[in-house]
């Protein structure tokens, strides 16, 4: 019983781990996908830590006026990775 206890456990923190490697994976591939079609990604980093999530939150919406295609979620996810600054997106300016 206690067995299957700890591989129920174990189960969850997997799950867990890889959900929460999946979003910032997404950020990553959003800032690929949607962001470096007008510019340098160093266009983003140099500003990394620097913004606040406000700041953040009117340069991604000033970026959708431009043209980037993002909906309401995406954009939300973005704020949130940006401002962190979150280890996928560290990890993508460092490349
Ligand atoms: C449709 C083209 C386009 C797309 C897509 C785009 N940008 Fe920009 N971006 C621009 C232009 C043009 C400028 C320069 C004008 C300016 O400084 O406001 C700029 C400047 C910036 C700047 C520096 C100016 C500031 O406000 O800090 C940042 C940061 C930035 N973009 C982030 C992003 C992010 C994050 C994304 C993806 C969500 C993105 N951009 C997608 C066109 C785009």
Partial sequence: MLRAKIIF????????ASSSAGADDACAN???????????VTRI?????????????????NMVLY???????????????LSGPSAAITDRCRK
């Fill in 9 to 16: 456990v174990f189960a969850g923190l997997l799950v867990f």
């Fill in 30 to 40: 959003l800032i690929t996908t949607r962001c470096e079609v007008c510019h340098y």
């Fill in 67 to 81: 043209g980037a295609q993002l909906n309401q979620d995406e954009q939300r996810e973005l704020v949130d990775c």
């Fill in 45 to 61: 980093c140099e500003s990394l830590g620097k913004k606040s999530k406000s700041s953040w939150k009117r340069t991604v919406g």
